[in-house]
């Protein structure tokens, strides 16, 4: 076949072809390369959103998981404060029953210390410490904590503020990072206002030391592990040292770099400031280098499909390639993006606003709380009602603010009842009309703790029964409700009889064993919205309101509930295979009544209970209006004796003692109280004060060294004349009485053989075999032993062969009647000759009349004290007087 030359001047139609394939091949390239930028820039803007995003996340669990424990501390504070405000008081076994209770360790790890610290007296001076758990931070905290500044710092804040305050650093950060929060605590009352206020009735601080590098220890499980934490207090600036960093290689110098977090944190009156930022292998994790191959590839791709294209070649091929390809890309981005939600430890769900469960993921099938298989389903189907109720309104709450957080709702699970707090927050527009994201997270941890200590606040820990806080909450609804429906109510206040003898005998295993079968006793008579309470010790109190609206007959019932409460605690109790007997003395007090408050209500039954005990244990009183006038009367009593006291206004005086022919042998020293206002106060009323308010025992220390330095005084005199004091039960039982009574002969130099000391019968009733040990130590001594009022007690003849005795002394109300009485008079005869043979001296008090005296004498009584010989008289103006008749 021929064909014809080409023309010379004309373009060959190959070559016009070819401009027009290589300009497609071009343009094609060109928009290749231009597809392939766009690709490379998203996927590069992926990367860096999903390295932000995970950031992010990790920030805010960070953050959440340190505000929770922290809030963790200061609930566990607030529960000591409401336990040592409703308590009388707080021994060391019983705190540390408190601290053990609640596994506070296991529970809270770093926490170093518990504590309760006295007020000091200037604010210059360092708190005391009181009660510290465990027992061997105490030599630290009182050593190395309260003098310092942070400290100081802290529980002035706590004091002023009356809430949480957080200290500094008490020392230079390196394996521990140990803090100070404190709480104050107020006397009883309102919540004081202002600070000056505060002051005055501050009584002390809750305290607790924690450890912050343990705390975020401790969290770290629940973080990104690749992401270090560093926490300022204050600022975080150039040359600052943290509290805490979690990376040795922390610097504030790097601040505001590209991937970092500063976030601001108030706690405690401090503002901490928390710096994240990622370390390397965080950053690895997100620097693949896929589509930068791919972008290369692309650019390649783009070149060769344009040349393709402009030969023709394989294009539909290539197109489907690069497809594939950006397919691959996109299925990576959400796998990445999987991941970061796979990381979040909670509970995630998406739900519409009528509470359909649309998705449903968490990383940890323990906390899901509700089956995949249920999504779907209504939140009303698949959890309990109440639950579901809670979680419906917040999300009503967030569709009307737009989030919602902290209401709390529970699940019943295999494991056990979890409980969760919420964050709900609405959707963006592109996922559909009103949809929801929710956040659960568990806090079951938390919850059982502050479960625990809002039942150690508000219950006793041995019985169960409510304690005195919560039942003066419950006592002023009783008495608001008694006034609006016009009924009545009663207050029954228990205390059981001689408990503390059984305690002592048996130990304080069978003494709570009879305490917890008391208060189920009282539980058993109590019906549903009746109050029974332990208020410390073996006191109860049993709180029945709507009685009757008639006065009368609200005290008729009464009357019959406290009989039924007598007769309960009467019956025999059955501790390890032993029967005890106990009984109670109640106090009974009808509500309300004009005026009346809870503190009046409490103290009234009390009042009565002790009237109860007055007149003779295992009685029941009711409280009458004069009781409050007699019990103020004794504490004013109380309070001027322990005036006179530390006033040495109390004198000693001298009763004379003679023989059988009427020679004076000795005196018995006594004392009197001449008060300003009341005028001479009669021995019984003022004794019986110093008994009950404990001092007894110093004006027995004072007569007991009058006494020595009078025996001394006499001896130096050439006088041998014996002395006679009287030592109280609680003086005698004091640990170093035989102590006392040495220092007192060696500082005085006294004759020990003429002193006699004088102890009532009712002294041996507790822990005999303790008194009559004590006694021989001081018969060792050389002193002379005497048993006081002898018939009057619980008198018997088995101790007076077995105690290291001198004499006994005949009591007044045997003395008065004879010889006329036959009765007092055979009694008389008895004591005498079983004193002499067991080889006792007899003394007989009281003696008024010649009668009397010679009566005595002619039955052998060895020595006579009363008005006939002589009245007690100023110990000083006994002593010039045996002056004046020697000379």
């Known amino acids: 076949m021929h064909f014809p030359a080409p023309d010379d001047t004309a373009v060959p139609p190959s070559d016009s072809r070819g401009y027009v394939g290589l300009a497609a091949g071009v343009l094609l390239t060109a928009l290749l390369l231009a597809f392939v930028g766009l690709f490379w820039s998203a996927q590069e803007q992926a990367r860096t959103a999903r390295r932000q995003q995970v950031f992010d996340t990790s920030v805010h669990q960070t953050l959440a998981a340190l505000k929770d424990r922290l809030a963790t501390f200061e609930t566990m504070l607030r529960g000591l404060r409401g336990y040592h405000d409703g308590s009388q008081s707080i021994g060391v076994a019983e705190f540390e029953a408190y601290y053990e209770g609640l596994a506070l360790p296991a529970n809270l790890p770093g926490l170093q210390m518990l504590a309760l610290l006295d007020a000091p007296g200037a604010d210059a001076e360092p708190a005391a410490a009181t009660l510290v758990q465990p027992a061997s931070a105490r030599a630290n905290l009182e050593r190395d904590s309260l003098g310092r500044a942070p400290v100081r710092d802290a529980l002035q804040r706590a004091?002023?503020?009356?809430?949480?305050?957080?200290?500094?650093?008490?020392?230079?950060?390196?394996?521990?990072?140990?803090?100070?929060?404190?709480?104050a605590l107020y006397t009883p009352g309102a919540e004081p206002a202002a600070p000056a206020q505060r002051r005055e009735r501050l009584k002390g601080w809750a305290v607790a030391q924690l450890d912050l590098a343990q705390v975020i220890s401790d969290l770290q499980p629940e973080l990104l592990q690749d992401v270090a934490l560093a926490i300022h207090d204050g600022p975080a600036v150039a040359g600052s040292a943290p509290l805490f960093a979690s990376h040795p290689g922390y610097s504030p110098a790097s601040l505001n770099a590209a991937l970092e977090a500063v976030v601001a944190l108030d706690v405690g009156g401090r503002r901490w400031t928390l710096v994240l930022y990622p370390l390397p292998p965080f950053d690895q994790r997100f620097e693949g280098s896929?589509?930068?191959?791919?972008a290369l590839l692309g650019m390649a791709f783009s070149v060769l499909a344009g040349w393709f294209l402009a030969v023709q070649i394989n294009?539909?091929?290539?197109a489907v390639a690069l497809a594939h390809a950006m397919t691959r890309e996109l299925r990576q981005a959400r796998d990445a993006l999987e991941d970061t939600l796979n990381a979040v430890p909670d509970l995630l769900l998406e739900v519409d606003q009528e509470g359909r469960i649309l998705h449903l993921r968490s990383s940890r099938a323990d906390l899901a709380g509700m089956p995949q298989a249920q999504i779907g389903h209504t939140l009303a189907e698949v959890l309990p009602a109440r639950s579901a109720s809670e979680f419906l309104a917040a999300l009503r709450e967030a569709r009307e603010q737009g989030y919602s957080e902290g209401r709390q709702y529970s699940v019943p699970l295999p494991g056990g009842r979890r409980w969760f707090e919420l964050s709900v927050a609405r959707k963006g527009p592109a996922a559909g009309p009103d949809h929801y994201i929710a956040l659960a997270r568990d806090v079951t941890r938390r919850h059982d703790a502050e479960a625990a200590m809002h039942s150690l606040a508000h219950y006793d820990t041995l019985t169960g029964l409510p304690n005195r806080r919560l039942l003066l909450e419950r006592m002023r609804h009783a008495l608001q409700v008694c006034r609006d429906q016009g009924t009545h109510g009663v207050l029954l206040y228990l205390d059981l009889d001689h408990f503390k003898q059984i305690n002592d005998a048996r130990g304080h295993g069978v003494g709570d064993s009879l305490l917890l079968q008391t208060g189920q006793r009282l539980l058993g008579l109590a019906s549903g919205q009746d109050t029974v309470a332990r208020l410390g010790g073996d006191e109860?109190?049993?709180?029945?309101?709507?009685?009757?609206?008639?006065?009368?007959?609200?005290?008729?019932?009464?009357?019959?509930?406290?009989?039924?409460?007598?007769?309960?605690?009467?019956?025999?109790?059955?501790v390890e295979g032993l029967r005890y007997s106990a009984s109670a003395s109640v106090g009974a007090a009808l509500f309300p009544q004009p005026g009346q408050g809870v503190v009046d209500l409490l103290r009234e039954a009390d009042t009565a209970m002790y009237r109860a005990k007055e007149q003779g244990r295992a009685q029941v009183c009711f409280f009458e209006p004069g009781m409050h006038d007699q019990a103020q009367e004794r504490l004013a009593l109380a309070q001027d004796l322990q005036s006179a006291v530390a006033d040495n206004a109390l004198q000693v005086y001298a009763q004379p003692q003679v023989d059988g022919a009427g020679r004076l042998i000795g005196a018995e020293l006594l004392l009197r109280w001449h008060d300003p206002r009341r005028g001479a106060v009669p021995p019984e009323r003022f004794i019986a004060a110093a008994e009950e308010s404990g001092l007894i025992s110093r004006m027995g220390s004072d007569v007991l060294r009058q006494a020595c330095d009078t025996l001394a005084l006499l001896?130096?005199?050439?006088?041998?004349?014996?002395?006679?004091?009287?030592?109280?039960?609680?003086?005698?039982?004091?640990?170093?009485?035989?102590?006392?009574?040495?220092?007192?002969?060696?500082?005085?130099?006294?004759?020990?053989?003429?002193?006699?000391?004088?102890?009532?019968?009712?002294?041996?009733?507790?822990?005999?075999?303790?008194?009559?040990?004590?006694?021989?130590?001081?018969?060792?001594?050389?002193?002379?032993?005497?048993?006081?009022?002898?018939?009057?007690?619980?008198?018997?003849?088995?101790?007076?062969?077995?105690?290291?005795?001198?004499?006994?002394?005949?009591?007044?109300?045997?003395?008065?009647?004879?010889?006329?009485?036959?009765?007092?008079?055979?009694?008389?005869?008895?004591?005498?000759?079983?004193?002499?043979?067991?080889?006792?001296?007899?003394?007989?008090?009281?003696?008024?009349?010649?009668?009397?005296?010679?009566?005595?004498?002619?039955?052998?009584?060895?020595?006579?004290?009363?008005?006939?010989?002589?009245?007690?008289?100023?110990?000083?103006?006994?002593?010039?007087?045996?002056?004046?008749?020697?000379?």
Not at 160 to 180: T, W, Y
Not at 790 to 812: C, H, M, N, Q, V
Not at 852 to 866: E, K, N, P, T, V
Request: one cysteine or more; charged letters at 20%.
């Open 315 to 318: 294009g539909r091929r290539r």
């Open 290 to 294: 896929g589509h930068h191959a791919m």
């Open 540 to 574: 109860f109190v049993w709180l029945v309101p709507g009685l009757a609206g008639l006065p009368t007959q609200a005290r008729a019932q009464a009357e019959k509930l406290a009989g039924r409460l007598s007769q309960a605690v009467a019956q025999p109790y059955e």
């Open 159 to 183: 004091r002023d503020s009356g809430r949480l305050a957080l200290s500094g650093l008490l020392r230079p950060a390196g394996d521990s990072s140990p803090l100070i929060m404190a709480l």
């Open 715 to 887: 001896a130096r005199r050439g006088r041998r004349l014996a002395i006679s004091v009287n030592v109280s039960p609680r003086q005698f039982r004091q640990p170093d009485f035989v102590q006392q009574v040495r220092a007192a002969l060696q500082g005085s130099g006294a004759p020990a053989q003429q002193l006699t000391l004088e102890v009532t019968e009712g002294l041996l009733l507790e822990n005999w075999q303790a008194t009559a040990e004590r006694m021989h130590e001081l018969v060792a001594l050389g002193v002379r032993l005497s048993i006081d009022d002898f018939g009057t007690g619980y008198s018997s003849l088995a101790y007076l062969k077995k105690l290291p005795l001198y004499e006994l002394k005949i009591d007044r109300s045997f003395v008065q009647d004879v010889p006329q009485d036959d009765n007092d008079a055979a009694i008389v005869r008895a004591i005498v000759a079983v004193a002499h043979h067991l080889r006792l001296q007899v003394v007989a008090e009281g003696v008024e009349t010649q009668a009397q005296a010679d009566f005595l004498r002619q039955h052998g009584c060895d020595a006579l004290q009363g008005y006939l010989y002589g009245r007690p008289m100023p110990l000083a103006q006994w002593l010039q007087g045996l002056e004046d008749r020697a000379d």
